[in-house]
């Protein structure tokens, strides 16, 4: 049942946010950078398009050469500045020494802290460390989604590959691994890859592997049983591996395919990470797939032809941040070009503006649409992770859709099957903020909640222009017409808070809008790393500003107009937990009104466990 209230007003004992006078280890201010030139030009050489076609369908190949011709090259060991775990193996880092090393302190976190921590409705193992997602697909009534997996520890190592099922996306069952690194060809690691059915319904798996010599090639497996709907068990190809790095790639630089696609000629292609491209660094996790431009419904990976376009995304190693483009592919000459050079991959448009690498898309068959999960890793210290037995969690599982209105974006949205766990809802009809207000929202506990939220803004003033405000300042930063949104996992003092928001600002070209979420309050640990994430959001006229926020304990979920902008941020409250967390609406901005209407749920576990295996 919902629960109306109307034209609430701040009460007067909470102030305006206010800087604080302790140390914020918050990221630098957000900058410019001048577009690569000639970066379209070079962007086709970083893609790798291979005919798959003589491998997965007729098992025929050209000789490889063995694992003695595979020469590695070797750099020397710094013992003064130890490079964060995974980096000497071939891999962007999987620690956080480098994010961390300027922290002084750590916070005696308790058992307790910890378990509060842990998520209700998010994927994330039983146990240990997760990474990136793998092969997600659908087959025969489940969804399957494969992980990167340390069975023995809470840190990076041993990477194998997990294996859980559902048949709604939020249900999940862990199943037993799916593959572990036995084989000369992946001893060091049965890492990322994808999945690629083909036309007979034959589902193909090809995944880098790390050699006994840490060489990175790509590898093929395949179920054992097809008729087995769980895919319980996998058989690696006696022919592996089918790729291994060309002359100008280095050993270490070659890895992550994506989901192949047939090309006119009846051959398959696919895209490897690499390093080619100048000033990206090594490209992970590329996902290359289309959209249909009139936003209506997901396309399979070989779709092409009049009314789509491509996206081409890459997890960059130097930034750690996934970056998007839209463009156009030629399936004749195996060309894609980004719509629009100037915000190239690399240069523009992120994927995910906050906790957020390794996103991998599949084309769901059953609902007709394209499914994205990403890996939110954690920002605290390996030793916290050690104690507490777990580390990383993986995104609700989005849609992703061409973005029809702009025609320069994608929109992402939580999967509708997420509205399962709704319970009983609170509704807010125009609560009114005014400048320098924080109004509590009486909904109880908030530890798991599924927001949505629309303000309009009443101008006060003139408007006068105002340069140089964005996402960078923080909450705490005010202007005439921002910040203002919501505070989520606070505590009633404040000491607590990480707020979602959205500032705009009058500037000589026009209005601009930023849409936010700032951690650098979101604990008082100084052994966590906290940063303010966010961008440009495009609002149309007409529009009111709108955000839909998941919170599921430590991880918070925003998206901003309908999907356009979306941040994943992972925060570590000390006080604001379990029935402490509490949830205020706020309005920092000095020359605005602003009235919010929201409607708000609180979600249900998801419950998620072992599949009863011995009942089947």
């Known amino acids: 049942m919902d629960t109306p209230y109307h034209h609430l007003h701040a009460p007067p004992y909470y102030p305006p946010l206010l800087p604080e006078e302790r140390p914020s280890n ?55 500045n130890p490079e964060p775990r995974g980096v000497a193996e071939g891999v962007s880092a999987k620690s956080n020494s480098h994010l961390l090393r300027n922290i002084k302190g750590s916070y005696n976190w308790t058992n307790a802290m910890f378990t509060w ?52 996306l939020i249900h999940w069952l862990y199943l037993p691994i799916a593959m572990v690194p036995d084989q000369w060809y992946d001893i060091n690691g049965v890492w990322t890859g994808s999945a690629t059915i083909l036309p007979n319904g034959q589902i193909i798996m090809l995944y880098t592997g790390s050699t006994d010599k840490s060489v990175q090639v790509q590898n093929l497996a395949y179920p054992a049983d097809p008729s087995d709907p769980l895919l319980l068990d996998w058989v690696r190809y006696s022919g592996n591996p089918v790729l291994v790095p060309p002359r100008h790639i280095g050993p270490k630089d070659f890895r992550d395919p994506t989901t192949a696609w047939a090309g006119p000629d009846g051959k398959w292609r ?56 839209i463009g156009t592919y030629n399936p004749e000459n195996d060309k894609w070009t980004p719509d629009n050079p100037e915000e190239d991959v690399g240069i523009g448009l992120k994927w995910d503006y906050g906790r957020n690498y390794a996103s991998k898309s599949f084309y769901d068959p059953y609902k007709k649409r394209r499914i994205v999960w990403g890996w939110i890793n954690e920002t605290d210290t390996e030793s916290d992770d050690l104690e507490k037995g777990w580390a990383s969690v993986q995104t609700i599982p989005r849609t992703v859709l061409y973005d029809n209105k702009t025609g320069s974006n994608v929109v992402q949205w939580p999967v509708e099957e997420i509205e399962s766990l709704r319970q009983n809802s609170t509704v807010f009809e125009e609560v009114v903020v005014e400048p320098g207000s924080v109004v509590p929202l009486d909904i109880g506990v908030a530890t798991q909640l599924d927001i949505s939220a629309e303000f309009e803004t009443e101008l006060l003033g003139s408007g006068a222009t105002e340069e140089g405000y964005g996402c960078s300042g923080g909450a705490v930063d005010r202007s005439a017409m921002g910040p203002f949104g919501l505070l989520v996992n606070a505590h009633d003092s404040l000491s607590e808070l990480t707020p979602i928001f959205f500032r705009s600002s009058n500037t000589t070209n026009g209005t601009n809008t930023y849409f936010c979420a700032d951690e650098t309050r ?95």
């Not at 023995?152 to 048949?167: F, K, L, Q, R």
């Not at 997901?298 to 995304?313: C, F």
């Not at 790393?529 to 979920?557: A, C, N, T, W």
């Open 26 to 80: 918050a990221g630098p201010p957000a900058c410019h950078r001048k577009p690569f030139k000639g970066f379209a030009a070079i962007l086709a050489s970083a893609i790798f398009l291979l005919s798959l076609v003589a491998l997965i369908i007729n098992q025929t190949q050209k000789p490889l050469p063995s694992q003695d011709n595979i020469v590695p090259t070797s750099k020397p060991t710094s013992f003064s």
């Open 117 to 168: 921590q842990r998520t209700s409705f998010h994927f994330q193992p039983e146990k240990n460390w997760m990474n990136d997602p793998n092969g997600p697909l659908f087959y025969k009534g489940w969804y399957h989604l494969f992980y990167q997996y340390n069975p023995d520890s809470a840190v990076w190592g041993n990477i194998t590959w997990g294996h859980a099922v559902s048949t709604d």
């Open 270 to 325: 696919l895209t490897i990470g690499s390093k080619i491209v100048p000033g990206t660094g090594m490209w992970e996790c590329v996902d290359f797939y289309p959209v249909a431009i009139n936003g209506s419904v997901g396309l399979d990976t070989s779709a092409t032809g009049p009314g789509i376009k491509h996206v081409l995304k890459a997890s960059l190693d130097d930034t750690k941040v996934d970056h998007y483009a």
């Open 522 to 616: 979101s604990s008082l640990a100084p052994d966590v790393f906290k940063q303010v994430h966010g961008s440009k959001v495009p609002v149309l006229q007409g529009e009111k500003l709108s955000m839909r926020i998941l919170v599921d304990h430590s991880i918070v979920e925003s998206f901003g107009q309908g999907g356009r902008t979306v941040i994943t941020s992972r925060i570590y409250p000390t006080k604001a937990i379990y029935g402490a967390a509490r949830l205020f609406l706020f309005n920092n901005a000095t020359g605005v009104n602003v009235k919010a209407t929201l409607k708000i749920w609180r979600l249900n576990s998801a419950f998620i466990h072992p599949f009863p295996l011995d009942q089947i």
